[in-house]
Nanobody, 123 residues
Framework: VQLQASGGGLVQTGDSLRLSCAAS????????MGWFRQAPGKEREFVAG????????YYADSVKGRFTISRDNAKDTLYLQMNSLKPEDTAVYYC?????????????????WGQGTLVTVSS
């Protein structure tokens, strides 16, 4: 499985962005998926996860109510809608395919990673 993340950019506080993650193989449909982020000097952290069918979603407390994860299995694509962005959301965002049908909040729960897309939120 290859994952290609896109959609990052430079925005201002309060703006919105939508990240996309295109998967190269149909096995995407059998795996939970997740978004993680890594800010400079910090560890990679869980942002959001979604089950293989898309009927269960999970969020970090820091983004709950502002970010929405979704997936289109017909297009083998994962999304992260980010609203009300804050400077502390600045990071490289990574999509990842979980080892099983449901996502994990830890990086060890994933065996495929995208290359990352940079999101910068200015104050």
């Amino acid at each position: 499985v290859q994952l290609q993340a896109s959609g990052g950019g430079l925005v201002q506080t309060g703006d919105s962005l939508r990240l996309s993650c295109a998967a190269s193989r149909r096995t995407f449909r059998n795996n939970g998926m997740g978004w993680f982020r890594q800010a400079p000097g910090k560890e990679r952290e869980f942002v959001a996860g979604i089950s293989f069918r898309g009927d269960s979603t999970y969020y970090a407390d820091s983004v709950k109510g502002r970010f929405t994860i979704s997936r289109d299995n017909a297009k083998d694509t994962l999304y992260l809608q980010m609203n009300s962005l804050k400077p502390e959301d600045t990071a490289v965002y990574y999509c990842a395919a979980a080892r099983g049908a449901f996502p994990s909040r830890v990086t060890n729960g994933y065996n495929y990673w995208g290359q990352g897309t940079l999101v910068t939120v200015s104050s």
